[in-house]
């Protein structure tokens, strides 16, 4: 089995655009700047605090949640993936959606759509959540994040998504 180490620049689902950010959105992103087409919440302070991190041209770097025509949150990772200490290359992802689009399964839909592409580059996916974001938590559970890992320097908890059986 060979490792496609990238992704692809767009990754779609049922309802959902998942888009690398550009360099010029990531600047936009990083000021706070308003774009048409971007939910009038968007970007959130998390997003901002991401764009500070962003490098050009890195397919795991983070993306746009779009629905229809408008943009209404971000998920990506936290840096192409690396050897855990079991040896299995994991990456870290985030994500978040402006309020008005919280509950409506756009999360879990959004997480599921790139689950496939990592599950496909043979890398495993963890996130760290707070231990008081129950939305998020179940978010996490629905993906099939089921092994907890306890808690990091912040207090989040840890929790990790083993790679489906070959």
């Known amino acids: 089995r060979t490792l496609r180490m990238t992704l692809p620049q767009v990754v ?36 901002r605090d991401v764009a500070t991190m962003y490098r050009p041209d890195d397919a795991w770097g983070p993306r746009h949640v779009v629905r229809g025509a408008t943009a209404l949150g971000s998920i990506g990772f936290f840096g192409p ?53 129950k939305a998020s938590i179940r978010v996490l559970a629905k993906c099939g994040f089921t092994e907890l890992r306890g808690s990091n320097e912040d207090g989040h908890l840890v929790m ?3 790679l489906p059986s070959a």
Do not use: C, K
């Open 12 to 47: 779609t689902s049922e309802r959902l655009r998942l888009p690398v950010w550009t360099p010029d959105e990531a600047a936009d992103i990083r000021t706070g700047a308003h774009r048409e087409g971007w939910h009038r919440d968007y970007p959130r302070q998390d997003d």
């Open 81 to 133: 993936p690396e050897p855990a200490p079991d040896g299995v290359l994991e990456a870290e992802v985030g994500y978040g959606l402006v309020e008005e689009a919280r509950g409506w399964g756009f999360a879990t839909e959004a997480l599921t759509a790139l689950l496939v592409e990592t599950d496909r580059a043979g890398v495993r996916v963890r996130a760290s959540v707070e231990p008081e974001n």
């Open 160 to 162: 990790a998504r083993p």
